[in-house]
Nanobody
Framework: QVQLVESGGGLVQTGGSLRLSCAAS????????MGWYRQAPEKQRELVATITKYHNTNYADSVKGRFTISRDNAKATVYLQMDSLKPEDTAVYYC?????????WGQGTQVTVSS
């Protein structure tokens, strides 16, 4: 079992920045893919960004150029640096880790961007 502990959510103004962190209880070297998803009220969960253990990254078009995902395999931690935040980025952000036979999710952290 993989436990994911998230931190870094909060309230910011348009154009501001936040940095999310997620630490996994399993060695980062054994987790092929980690990432972040988000879910806004009344909407489905959507991919924000993913990163492999070899540091290959993938971003949703809506966040390209503004968000940066990174990971520290030794610490089994994935980060999401969010810059130039917009009100439409407001959502609950969930950490993701690819497990063996199943996926693991964090509890979610609220990000609110005010106008």
């Amino acid at each position: 079992q993989v436990q994911l502990v998230e931190s870094g959510g909060g309230l910011v103004q348009t154009g501001g920045s936040l940095r999310l962190s997620c630490a996994a209880s399993r060695s980062g070297f054994s987790i092929r893919t980690m990432g972040w998803y988000r879910q806004a009220p009344e909407k489905q969960r959507e991919l924000v960004a993913t990163i492999t253990k070899y540091h290959n990254t993938n971003y949703a078009d809506s966040v390209k150029g503004r968000f940066t995902i990174s990971r520290d395999n030794a610490k089994a931690t994935v980060y999401l640096q969010m810059d130039s935040l917009k009100p439409e980025d407001t959502a609950v952000y969930y950490c993701y880790a690819e497990g063996i036979g199943t996926d693991y999710w964090g509890q979610g952290t609220q990000v609110t961007v005010s106008s």
